[in-house]
């Protein structure tokens, strides 16, 4: 029986990113298409495990940081009261590394608090404002198990773990899993069917 309920649940989680998938299609063409990407988003989160002391405290929500200049504005809206795995998820905007920096005494100082509250981050988007900092901002958390998004060409090269790309105005998305694992991160299978490139480095 609990076998049963099991394939249940990950059938119905399936079919779940399959319909966004499909809204995907039609709201990216007429919609808005960062509604779409900020629901996409929430189904990363899903579909994604972090190391058990990343998720420990049943009390603190799941946190989905944003750097840069913010391109979502209200996309966030209609889904933001949505819970996941029990868990709130509140959205923090952060200033660009750059001006970050600025208000630092040290580049990465470990006392800054904007810099500890990037690290705390279960998901961040690097807005494409920050695509001169990608690798800088991405080694900045990447002991911290953080899932790095982003939706600008050659964030994966630059060991992003999530790209967002465009094709026939339809919203679809890359994964590079060598950075997950490097990130202490895992990445479900049905995500990974999901996804139109993975990288993989052996």
Known sequence: MRIKAFNLIALASVLLIAAIASKA?????????????????YNFIKFADWPE???????EPIIVGIIGSDPFGD????????????????IKLFKGLE???????????????????IRKCH???????EKERFKETINLVQDYSVLTVADTQGFLES???????????KVRFEINVTAAKQAKLKIRSQLL?????????E
């Open 193 to 201: 069917r999901l996804a139109k490139r993975i990288v993989e480095k």
């Open 53 to 59: 002391e990343k998720m420990a405290d049943d009390n």
């Open 99 to 117: 001006e970050l920096k600025k208000k630092s005494e040290k580049d990465t100082s470990e006392k800054h608090p904007q810099i500890k509250a």
């Open 25 to 41: 299609r039609a709201d990216s063409a007429t919609g808005s298409e960062y509604q779409v990407k900020a629901a996409f988003l």
């Open 75 to 90: 996309a966030f809206k209609p889904i933001k009261d949505k819970p996941i795995r029990g868990k709130k998820v509140i």
């Open 159 to 169: 060991e992003g773990i999530v790209n967002f790309v465009m094709e026939e105005k």
């Open 123 to 129: 998901l961040l988007f690097i807005c494409n404002s």
